[in-house]
RNA sequence: GGGGGGAUACCAAAGUGGCCAACUGGGACAGACUGUAAAUCUGUUGUCUUCGGACUUCGCAGGUUCGAAUCCUGCUCCCCCCA
């Protein structure tokens, strides 16, 4: 069994993955036998978003190592607010959100670790776990007597989290807040006396909450537990990676669409793809350093940036959801729209472009650009639209239609009931043809 | 309580009787360039139009005038100074 572990350390530390290790050894530590490693997760939404995804990809690369994972959604502790890094106390969400939360955010984990018994993993299949089960089973007094006995206060008010929120006047830290750690610390006690987790993984900024969790296991049980903290997703001017306008980048299709997903991923700048290909793709190291050499020699390819979206999309939406994504962004960035033999096809290309409706027999008589562009919401006023054509920036089925007397007919529909019509470079509505 | 200043289009800000749909800057929107980037350059930026114009807009309501964003009266709101 424990014959096939690959030097999963080597990997992560050639990706550039270890930020911290609480020991020297913890490389051969993982080959010496399967482990069973754990990476906790804040219910505060029905979805994960890509500032999870960095810690989920380590819980796949432990289990594809040969390791066990197990993916810890914190039911308990989210409904409490993890002070780090957060410069203020925040609000308590509802118990009834949280279950909520915890059972979408189940599903998509099921994505990406393989919870089946048949799991090839050599440590068994991975495990999904919720700390309100058996955090809420404690009375505050047996916490006190036999947690809380365990955790100097001295020790935790030196660690960074609490220490930037105490030393602040003007927001200072909730009792509740402060108790955060203790309660995360325990899942990493529970974890190992119930499923013999040796190891929590997490971002650089849990660190001053794993290295608490180790000191109570010590306390606690005797046991010598191990840490791991990865760098954080940052892109090169030190904004978060996965920051859109409209807000977080999902991984729930319904939140965030698999083409504005691919789109996020195939924009990003060239001083940050070589660090997402390391950090969230399983690409091999050779292929790296080739995609890291095209970079340098031919950007305008942005091979990189194709190859990682490609990667992540169908990794997060399926083999299907890529294929569609992939002509879609043919048609948004290519030439003309030939013609569609159903609505079905076209519908599911455009499926984020906002329609309208308009009746067939307006159609058939002939309707000037001007007012379809109208109707279609793309301008507010005919004189807009005339406008718009006049700079040139009205496209029926991406053909550039140059004059203002243009009559859009039954001649232009892309399929049987839907005309596309476009403003600009990438502002795309449908009519719909309705009786 | 007294004195002074102000309110203009998405924002900022000119304009103080006709040449004002209103300078200019930002933003936004198009186009060119480009790597689906950044920067740059060009154009547009009240509504409608049979492309001749027509209509509505400069805090609100009235008034003077052939004609008002511009002058007068009242109202509302904002800012500053003195007490």
Redesign the pocket.
Same mark, same amino acid.
């Given at each position: 069994m424990s014959g096939n572990l690959q030097d999963i350390f080597a990997d992560l530390q050639w990706r550039q993955l270890v930020y911290q290790a609480t020991s020297e050894r913890l490389g051969a530590w993982l080959l010496e036998r399967p482990r069973t490693v754990y990476a906790g997760f804040d219910p505060t939404s029905d979805s994960l978003h890509v500032g999870h995804l960095l810690p989920l990809m380590l819980l796949r690369r432990y289990q594809k190592a040969g390791h066990r994972p197990i993916a810890l959604v914190g039911g308990a502790t989210g409904s409490i607010g993890d002070p780090s890094g957060k410069s203020q106390e925040r609000n308590l969400q509802s118990l009834e959100q949280i279950e909520a939360n915890v059972v979408a955010i189940r599903g998509q984990m099921a994505q990406l670790l393989d919870f089946s018994p048949t799991a090839a993993s050599a440590a068994g299949p991975a495990i999904l776990v919720n700390n309100y089960d058996w955090i809420s089973r404690f009375s505050y007094l047996d916490f006190l007597r036999d947690v809380g006995k365990n955790v100097p206060v001295n020790v935790m008010i030196s660690k960074d989290s609490v220490k930037n929120r105490l030393e602040n006047p003007d927001v200072g830290i909730s009792y509740t807040e402060f108790s955060y750690m203790l309660l995360q610390a325990y899942d990493f006690v529970h974890l190992n006396r119930t499923y013999g987790c040796e190891l929590q993984l997490g971002g650089s900024d849990q660190w001053g909450n794993v290295t608490a969790g180790i000191d109570l296991a010590r306390r606690m049980a005797g046991a010598e537990v191990f840490g791991m903290t990865c760098p954080l997703l940052t892109k090169s001017d030190g904004s978060k990676m996965g920051k859109t306008e409209g807000g977080a980048l999902w991984l729930d299709a319904k939140k965030t669409s698999p083409y504005q997903f691919?789109?996020y991923w195939?924009?990003?700048?060239?001083e940050d793809?070589g660090k997402c290909l390391r950090f969230l793709t399983e690409l091999s190291h050779e292929e790296i350093d080739h995609l890291d050499h095209c970079?340098q020699t031919e950007? %305008?390819?942005?091979v990189s940036?194709?190859r990682l979206?490609e990667w992540l999309t169908e990794l997060i939406h399926g083999r299907g959801a890529l294929d569609l994504v992939r002509q879609a962004?043919e048609i948004?960035?290519g030439g003309e729209i030939g013609k569609f033999a159903s609505d079905a096809d076209l519908n599911q290309i455009f499926a984020e472009v906002p329609s309208s409706q308009i009746e067939a027999a307006r159609l058939a008589a002939g309707l000037s650009i001007?007012?379809a562009l109208?109707e279609a919401k793309l301008?507010?006023?005919?004189?807009?639209?005339?406008?718009?054509v006049? %700079?040139?920036?009205?496209?029926v089925n991406n053909r550039?239609i140059e004059s203002?007397s243009y009559q859009v007919t039954t001649a232009d529909l892309a399929s049987p009931t839907m005309l596309v019509l476009?403003?600009?470079?990438?502002?795309y509505a449908l009519l719909r043809l309705v009786e």
């Open positions: 691919y789109q195939r924009n990003v700048a060239d793809a970079r950007p %305008e390819r942005a940036q194709i979206a962004t948004f960035f001007t007012d109208v301008t507010k006023s005919k004189g807009e639209a005339r406008r718009v006049a %700079e040139g920036g009205a496209y550039r203002e476009r403003r600009g470079k990438k502002n």
